[in-house]
């Protein structure tokens, strides 16, 4: 049922800006953590792009299919 584990699988989290932001989420929306980037997710289908060395390389909105080229070629 739990795959064996003790600590939880899914957890719904606070993404917008304020004391509670999960750290995933405050590095993402902090351009002086991550480079470039302020702007918080516009909508739950925001999509984050992080590469092999932990850059936070692009940020599609909801409106942005993941079978978009553009998208898709940013995660080649």
């Known amino acids: 049922m739990n795959y ?9 989290g ?6 509670e932001q999960q750290p995933l989420y405050k ?3 902090d351009s002086k953590a991550n480079g470039w980037n302020n702007p ?3 909508w739950n289908f925001s999509k984050y792009v992080i590469d092999e ?3 936070l390389t692009n940020y599609f909105g ?4 993941p079978l ?5 070629e940013a995660v080649e």
């Not at 064996?4 to 957890?11: D, H, L, R, Y």
């Not at 606070?14 to 004391?19: C, F, S, W």
């Not at 978009?68 to 898709?72: G, Q, V």
Request: charged share 25%; proline share 9%.
């Open 4 to 12: 064996g584990v003790s600590f939880p699988i899914a957890k719904k």
């Open 14 to 19: 606070v993404v917008i800006k304020n004391e």
């Open 27 to 29: 590095w993402l929306t």
């Open 40 to 42: 918080q997710p516009d």
């Open 53 to 55: 060395k932990g850059n």
């Open 62 to 65: 909801p409106s942005i299919s």
């Open 68 to 72: 978009d080229d553009e998208f898709l």
